[in-house]
């Protein structure tokens, strides 16, 4: 969770292509650590539907389409390398 209280910060790469395969925008990715251990913080728009979707997520109750979840996985993984370069 996120400090700020009209964002969702996760660093579970699996629920942060889950959100973004079902329409959730990242609206941000900063990197927590030094070199030897750092970690990608991936930031979604919190509102009152989230937690619920959330909740669906870890009880294996929520489904998208594989390939589109495969390729969100690929291109966030794109974009955490790309923001720890900056």
Known sequence: MSN???EYSTIDLALAAYLKTIGRAVIGI???GNS???KAIIKFD???E???IIRLYYDNQASV???TFYDNVR???SQIVN???S
């Open 65 to 67: 389409d594989p390939r």
């Open 50 to 52: 989230l937690p619920e």
């Open 75 to 77: 291109g966030l993984k």
């Open 4 to 6: 700020n209280e009209s």
């Open 36 to 38: 030897n251990r750092r």
């Open 30 to 32: 900063e990197q927590k």
């Open 46 to 48: 919190q509102d009152s």
């Open 83 to 85: 923001a720890c370069r």
